[in-house]
C-alpha cells in the first residue's frame, strides 16, 4: 500500500502562481513515475505532468511553460509550480504514484480555483 498526502491549491487570481507538493509513503519502489492530474466540472481527468525516475518528464500542452514538476526521491515527494495560471487551470489536482510493483494510488485530490 501507499499512502499520498497533498498539499497546496487554494484561490489565486489570473496570472498567479501556486504550488502543489506531495508526499508518498508506504511501500515505495525503487522506481516509480509520479505525476498529477487534474480534474474540471463536467470534464474528464487529464494529465498534466508526471516525473520518471531518471528526472524526464511529461507536460501536457496547456500547461507547457507555465508548470513545472520536481521530485525528492530521498523525501518521496512530487512538487507542482504553477505559474501564470489562467481561470482554465480551475480544477480538482490529483496526486499520482505508479510502479509497476505497487500498482496505482491516486490522492484525494486538492481544489485549485483560478479567479478574479
Known amino acids: 500500500q501507499v499512502q499520498l498526502v497533498e498539499s497546496g491549491g487554494g484561490l489565486v487570481q489570473p496570472g498567479g502562481s501556486l504550488r502543489l507538493s506531495c508526499a508518498a509513503s508506504?511501500?515505495?519502489?525503487?522506481?516509480?513515475?509520479m505525476g498529477w492530474y487534474r480534474q474540471a466540472l463536467g470534464k474528464p481527468r487529464e494529465l498534466v505532468a508526471r516525473?520518471?525516475?531518471?528526472?524526464?518528464?511529461n507536460y501536457a500542452d496547456s500547461v507547457k511553460g507555465r508548470f513545472t514538476i520536481s521530485r525528492d526521491n530521498a523525501k518521496n515527494t512530487v512538487s507542482l509550480q504553477m505559474n501564470r495560471l489562467e481561470p482554465e487551470d480551475t480544477a480538482i489536482y490529483y496526486c499520482n504514484y505508479r510502479s509497476s510493483v505497487a500498482g496505482e494510488y491516486w490522492g484525494q485530490g486538492t481544489q485549485v480555483t483560478v479567479s478574479s
Open positions: 508506504g511501500s515505495i519502489s525503487r522506481s516509480y513515475i
Open positions: 516525473i520518471f525516475n531518471a528526472d524526464s518528464t
